[in-house]
């Protein structure tokens, strides 16, 4: 089964930033489209960014626009959330996914998963 594998998680108080990066443990993600979704204790998985394959589409939830970007460097065959500006509500954990080609913020439609890093926006 191929997986991915999120880093970068951890404690930053409000107005803090961190930096999610996602790696593929078998795969080159050049072909894919990289989500990045969170869940927080009790609610539904939410889609927070993706970046489509080769960059051509790149999304983002109304609730982190201007805080965070999504950038990937397919020379790294790495994917990257960088968050900025962090709230008490960013709190949850963390998932990057992978499917081919085009970004969806469904995540039944993505085929791979990590097994997410967990972020704490706390004072």
């Known amino acids: 089964q191929l997986q991915l594998v999120e880093s970068g998680g951890g404690l930053v108080q409000p107005g803090g930033s961190l930096r999610l990066s996602c790696t593929p443990s078998?795969?080159?993600?050049?072909?894919?489209?990289i989500g990045w979704f969170r869940q927080a204790p009790g609610m539904e998985r939410e889609v927070v960014s993706c970046?489509?394959?080769?960059?051509?589409?790149?999304t983002y939830a109304e609730s982190t626009k201007a805080r965070f970007t999504i950038s990937r460097d397919n020379t790294k065959n790495t994917v990257y959330l960088q968050m900025d500006s962090l709230k008490p509500e960013d709190t949850g954990v963390y998932y990057c996914?992978?499917?081919?080609?085009?970004?969806?913020?469904?995540?039944?439609?993505?085929?791979?998963w990590g097994q997410g890093t967990q972020v704490t926006v706390s004072s």
């Open positions: 996914a992978a499917r081919r080609k085009y970004c969806s913020d469904r995540s039944p439609l993505y085929s791979y």
């Open positions: 078998e795969f080159t993600l050049d072909a894919y489209a």
């Open positions: 970046v489509s394959k080769n960059n051509g589409r790149i």
